[in-house]
């Protein structure tokens, strides 16, 4: 019996982006965020990335201020021509002041970032580099304009920008093309539909959704962050996963577990599933980039790509994103949704 692992098929990122494997890999919680880690565990499952066709492999300069994107460097040594690496700028950290998080889009801020992160990443050039979020003050020509010029100097190949609305997607387009938007998108958190995904669709955008296992809420990982989860995890500081938010939440979940248990899969497959046909929903390219720090639940979570659900059980988990108690974070400014209410 052949022990080879099934790779997933491939798809444009945007017109005229990279290839890269339908599902990617968001690897903020191998070393930050989510409580402590285990580098070894973190390098295997990294590994399993590239045999499954998992070749999108996302970070930001803001994951563990810095530590994320020097953790990925020596994986990307090894694995540069299979993979298309993705990182983010725009969170300010500042040395002299460790508590404070600042949005920057400005020109030289921009210029200062990429330098910094194709340090950490020992890299010549990023593939994909994203505006992680977005500064009102700084007019969207300014940042996007740097960022294309980033693009002839040879530091980047392509733009992407998160947590956009419609209009702003619209807006950066109008400077330079735009391979891919980056924004939460999952069972429990279908606002960027109101504008950015139809927005993204009509320019050829691809959709890169982050969280689309809800931080692993939608899989039964825990069930109330402040009990569940140790201290030093920041999913106790979002609203929808403690005390009476959670529970109600929880208890959405029934028709999420019965299609899983029809199909023989886990309840994270069927959510990845989901996200996967927006695809066809909506029609355009979505690449979600579900995080692990184990290989067994990256395989599972890639063997999800080979999952079609019916339009039954599509129309049986509708409802869920509407009746979700709790916003996805504390403070919504920063997010795409929270510059259109």
């Not at 993979?83 to 950290?93: N, R, S, V």
């Not at 886990?266 to 184990?294: D, E, K, S, Y």
Request: negative net charge.
């Amino acid at each position: 019996m052949s022990n080879a692992i099934e790779q997933i098929r491939t798809v444009e990122l945007g017109t005229g982006g990279p290839l890269v494997g339908v599902q990617g890999f968001g690897a903020m919680g191998i070393s930050a965020a989510y409580g402590e880690t285990d580098d070894a565990t973190a390098r295997d499952t990294l590994a399993a990335t590239v045999e499954a066709g998992v070749t999108l492999i996302d970070t930001a300069d803001m994951y563990g201020a810095g530590a994320n994107e020097e953790f990925l460097a020596p994986f990307v040594a090894a694995h540069r021509d299979e993979i298309t690496l993705a990182t983010k700028f725009g969170f300010e950290y500042r040395a002299d002041d460790p508590g404070h998080r600042g949005i920057r889009n400005d020109p030289g801020y921009v210029k200062r970032a990429v330098e910094a992160s194709l340090r950490r990443l020992n890299v010549e050039v990023i593939d994909l580099y994203y505006m992680h979020r977005r500064d009102p003050a700084v007019p969207l020509a300014e940042s996007v304009g740097t960022m294309g010029e980033l693009v002839r100097e040879g530091k980047i190949k392509h733009l992407g920008l998160s947590e956009v609305t419609g209009a702003e997607l619209h807006e950066a387009y109008a400077v330079h093309p735009i391979a891919a938007v980056q924004s939460e998108w999952s069972l429990f958190s279908r606002d960027v539909e109101r504008s950015a995904v139809g927005a993204a669709a009509s320019l050829g955008v691809a959709f890169v959704p982050y969280s689309p296992l809800g931080r692993g809420f939608l899989t039964g990982a825990f069930t109330d962050a402040s009990t569940d989860l140790s201290s030093s995890d920041f999913r106790q500081l979002l609203p929808r996963f403690t005390g009476d938010n959670a529970k109600a939440n929880a208890a959405l979940l029934a028709p999420l577990h019965k299609i899983a248990a029809d199909h023989g899969a886990t309840a994270a497959q069927i959510a990845l599933a989901w996200v996967q046909q927006r695809a066809q929903a909506h029609g355009l390219t979505v690449v979600p980039i579900p995080g692990t720090r184990r290989r067994s639940r990256l395989l599972e979570n890639a063997a999800a790509t080979r999952i079609t659900l019916t339009a039954a059980e599509l129309a049986l988990l509708e409802p869920l994103a509407g009746r979700v108690a709790g916003d996805r974070y504390s403070d919504m400014s920063l997010t795409s949704v929270g510059r259109e209410s």
